[in-house]
């Protein structure tokens, strides 16, 4: 077989997680993070290098690579971040092989340009979470949210399925860009391409295909959830750009599915009451937004990809802000976790400003360019439900930071000096990230 | 450049700083803000000092957001803002939440700086939203920390801005189209054409994001939960400093970027500030205690501003901006005696007060001076203000005008009664046995502030002879050709 440059990343990580799974076996479990995380910043080094390589199926485009550069980089501070974090302890070879493969089948599903590799993208990326979102060490509540991604996701996944046999039902091809015309040429094309779309809708929780979201929000482990929300979700995201950059005809279906989503998860994430369901609600409203950019014409699929990539940014920190506390906190107790981790604390509350928009936090820039992007394509209405939706946000994640929450013993609050320099990092990039903007998009 | 950076930046700094602190620092505050009222005093009346007018933060599509000009009206309300900013933290100086107000009030100062002397639109928009996100956390942290009542201003002030933004945004993409020149200077956008149907939609947009701060009538009701539930020391900046930022964007950007909207709008403008004047006075009437009787009286005065403004007429827009510095000096005399009240222990409400001049004569002196000068008293720092007001409206609708005159009317008859109330009359037998009046450091505060208001209202010309210059930069062809005329 010849050498395929494109396929160098997914090589170095699928070898990395090979090894990290032979390691439990050789107790050698504990240096895995490290590994892990070495190859996934090997993987976004090569992604560099490999910019706008066309390989056989796979094609480094813009949103590709800057999405694929951001997945591997984030799964490696992710890692990085949970090898201080007990969940580890115990077989932690195998989680750091199950997360590995899930960057595998996120970066196949940023880069994919046949629907059979997004199809099994798609499979790797899901499969990990089944396991991941149950791992022994966290609650029941772990294992029913697990129970019900499995059952859900399962489901999405056969409707993704049916898509791509329907397309090819339709034009006997399995390019996303199809030599004639687009996969929408036949009726049987229309059906398969809306069996995607609703099936990546499943999976990033759009409304109304949002039911699971708060329920594995609320039961799974916050160290898995950086995963979860800042990982597979964005590299969903990437899917979904892929897909609908290759098909014009979607952007009806996807504005009504982004109008939707606005309006849904604000209305539930103002009504949860309770930390974890109010993050898992708002994120329908993320991924309305970012639909919202989708639905935009070519000016939005740019904002498209910069709005999951810094989604997916604004997760990771939450996630690792809410690792420290424990499982079952419905609020944020701000005073305990000030005095235990004062930046992480910091962390915490600038995600929550980030991810309503405020500025000049990164949230704000990619709400902005989304905006930008609705006024351009002259979708006035979507960028105005937008501009409603972000600020009836502000409502429930500053009640988020004000709630008084007092938690009955302090210790129960991890405590980890090495935490202290993610959290450090994380602010300056959610603060001054969208300096980088400009050779962003060159 | 570098000294205006150094402004808007160190009141951040000395916040983050006093937050990370564990006492309370009033001593770094006040240096603090000494300094900035010196450096907007240079700025103010040295404009050459500034150097020149960088780029800074070039970023390709959006223009240098750190873009910053000097103008005499932003130069002036800059001043003013740093002139609050030392008052309001003295008159705090004693409250237990000292260190929240004052991070609070530095943060908003930094931000109002960048308001005054942004030249990116955009720009102007970031600081807009922090100004409002720390208004929010000043009347969440201070007097009766009330989250609803934050929640309420900063929802209220949020949803406005955001649609400023669409609208923004709908006039930076127009200005690409036309031009091939993405930027969001506000030099560029200024020179859109728009048509008419689409301009009044984005006047009514920008109108949303900048009259919720004023507070202009029907989006006025988050000033009364949120001026009576902050401690009145923060209430002075609130009312007396937040509140130009909206005024400020109308005369600097929205109306030089719709000129054509604007004058569209105009006659809804005037009535709605008319109606807000008079709806204000009312409110303030029947106000329950001391401090939304302030609130109220703040609302009624800032409502008049918005009519001269929306008159767009060379006297009510001079009378306007005049009525809007004084406001903020008036207002914060109004505060501060409502401060130094409840420093005392006493409530505010009304049935707790009463004959209260014969405890504290000294103050009782001061608070009618105060409200003489709120009622509008010649000689006092309103007066020249309100009448150049009301004197332009006048001519552009009688009628409205008339109505408003109606609230300042009722001005007179609602600060009597209060003043009755509170100071005079039997003693009030609730009221302490032993109740201090005026110490030092107050009497010395009210001092600066009489002074300045009985200086404002003798010479006006201070400012007014500045005026001419200060709006021929902003909106010289708008008030000569378009407007309604001189």
């Known amino acids: 077989m010849a050498y395929n440059p494109t396929l160098l990343p997914l090589l170095i990580v699928a070898s990395a997680a090979l090894i990290a799974f032979l390691a439990d076996a050789l107790t050698l479990g504990r240096f895995m993070p490290w590994l892990g995380g070495a190859s996934s910043i090997a993987a976004g080094a090569s992604i560099f290098v490999e910019h706008m390589a066309l390989g056989a199926d796979l094609y480094w485009d813009l949103s590709a690579s800057l999405l694929g550069i951001y997945l591997s980089l984030a799964v490696a501070a992710g890692l990085f971040f949970i090898a201080f974090h007990p969940i580890t302890r115990k077989m932690t070879g195998s989680l750091v092989g199950l997360l590995l493969t899930l960057l595998v089948g996120s970066l196949i599903l940023v880069s994919a340009q046949s629907l059979l590799l997004l199809f099994i993208g798609l499979e790797l990326q899901v499969l990990p979470f089944f396991a991941l979102l149950a791992w022994p060490g966290s609650g029941r509540a772990a294992l029913e949210s697990a129970f019900k991604y499995a059952l859900l996701a399962g489901l999405a996944s056969a409707q993704f399925a049916i898509g791509v046999a329907l397309i090819y039902l339709g034009d006997g091809s399995l390019a996303v860009i199809p030599p004639m015309g687009d996969m929408t040429a036949n009726v049987f094309g229309m059906m398969g391409v809306l069996a995607l779309l609703v099936a990546l809708s499943f999976e990033i929780a759009a409304a109304p295909f949002h039911a699971w979201v708060a329920d594995i929000y609320q039961g799974a482990p916050a160290p898995f959830l950086i995963f979860l929300g800042g990982v597979g979700k964005v590299a969903i995201m990437g899917a979904l750009i892929t897909l609908v950059a290759a098909t014009p005809k979607l952007e009806i279906p996807v504005a009504i599915i982004a109008a939707t989503s606005i309006v849904v998860g604000n209305v539930l994430a103002y009504r949860a009451g309770h930390l974890r369901r109010m993050l898992g609600y708002s994120a329908i409203a993320h991924a309305g937004y970012f639909l919202a950019a989708l639905a935009a014409g070519p000016l939005g699929i740019i904002a498209a990809a910069i709005y999951a990539l810094v989604y997916g940014l604004m997760n990771v920190g939450t996630f690792m802000g809410l690792s420290a506390l424990p499982e079952n906190s419905i609020a944020i107790p701000w005073s305990a976790l000030r005095e235990r981790q004062p930046v992480l604390a910091g962390l915490l509350g600038l995600t929550l400003l980030a991810l309503a928009g405020m500025p000049p936090s990164i949230g704000f820039f990619a709400k902005l360019l989304v905006i930008i992007a609705d006024v351009h394509d002259q979708a006035y209405w979507l960028a105005i439900l937008l501009a409603l939706g972000s600020a009836f946000s502000f409502a429930y994640y500053l009640s988020a930071l004000w709630k008084p929450a007092v938690l009955s013993n302090p210790e129960r609050l991890l405590r980890r000096r090495s935490w202290e320099t993610f959290a450090a990092l994380g602010i300056v990039i959610l603060l001054f990230a969208w300096l980088l903007m400009p050779y962003g998009l060159s | ?486």
């Not at chain 2, 040295?46 to 005499?72: K, R, V």
């Not at chain 2, 008859?413 to 039997?426: K, S």
């Open chain 2, 1 to 486: 450049m570098i000294l205006v950076t150094v402004l808007i930046l160190l009141p951040w700094c000395a916040a983050l700083w006093l937050s990370a602190q564990k006492q309370a620092g009033q001593r770094l505050a006040m240096t603090i803000a000494l300094i900035e009222l010196l450096l907007t005093l240079i700025l103010r009346f040295a404009p050459d000092s500034m150097g020149t007018l960088g780029h800074g933060l070039h970023i390709p599509y959006l223009g240098g957001l750190w873009t910053l000009h000097a103008g005499p009206l932003g130069s002036t309300l800059a001043l003013l803002c740093a002139l609050l900013i030392p008052v309001s933290l003295a008159f705090a100086w004693r409250l237990p939440e000292f260190r929240s107000l004052a991070s609070a009030v530095l943060v908003m100062a930094g931000a109002l700086f960048g308001i005054f002397y942004a030249q990116n639109v955009l720009m102007f928009y970031i600081f807009y939203e922090i100004l409002a996100l720390a208004g929010a956390f000043l009347i969440l942290r201070s007097g009766h920390k009330n989250r609803a009542a934050a929640l309420q201003f900063l929802l209220y002030t949020f949803v406005g801005s955001l649609l400023f933004l669409v609208a923004l945004v709908v006039v930076y993409v127009l200005h690409g189209q036309q031009t091939g020149v993405y930027n969001f200077s506000i030099l560029q956008l200024a020179d859109t054409r728009i048509s008419a149907g689409l301009g009044i939609w984005l006047f009514l947009g920008m109108v949303a994001g900048l009259a919720v701060k004023m507070p202009l009538f029907p989006l006025h009701s988050w000033a009364a939960s949120g001026y009576g539930h902050a401690a009145p020391a923060g209430s002075v900046f609130l009312s007396g400093a937040a509140v130009t930022a909206g005024a400020y964007g109308l005369i600097h950007f929205a109306i030089p970027m719709l000129p054509q909207a604007a004058l569209e709008f105009a006659p809804v403008g005037i009535i709605l500030g008319a109606i807000g004047t008079l709806y204000g006075a009312f409110l303030a009437l029947n106000a329950a205690n001391l401090r939304l009787f302030a609130a109220w009286a703040s609302v009624s005065h800032m409502n008049l501003v918005a009519l001269g403004l929306f008159a767009l007429q060379s006297q009510a827009i001079h009378g306007s901006v005049f009525l809007l510095i004084a406001h903020g000096v008036v207002s914060a005399g109004l505060f501060g005696v409502v401060s130094v009240m409840e420093n005392r222990g006493l409530t505010g409400e009304w049935a707790g007060l009463g004959g209260l001049f014969r405890r504290a004569p000294r103050l009782g002196a001061w608070m009618l001076f105060f409200f003489l000068a709120g009622m509008g008293l010649p000689g006092l720092a309103n007066f020249p203000g309100e009448f150049l007001s009301l004197a332009g409206a006048f001519r552009v609708l009688p009628w409205a005008a008339a109505l408003a005159t109606l609230g300042i009317l009722a001005g007179v008859v609602y600060f009597l009664r209060a003043y009755e109330r509170i100071m005079l009359g039997p003693l009030n037998h609730t009221l302490p046995e032993t109740l201090k009046d005026l110490q030092q450091g107050e009497w010395l505060l009210f001092w600066v502030l009489g002074l300045l208001t009985l200086w404002l209202g003798l010479d006006p010309q201070v400012i007014l002879s500045h005026l001419g210059i200060l709006l021929s930069t902003h909106s010289a062809e708008l008030i000569q050709g378009g407007g309604h005329g001189v």
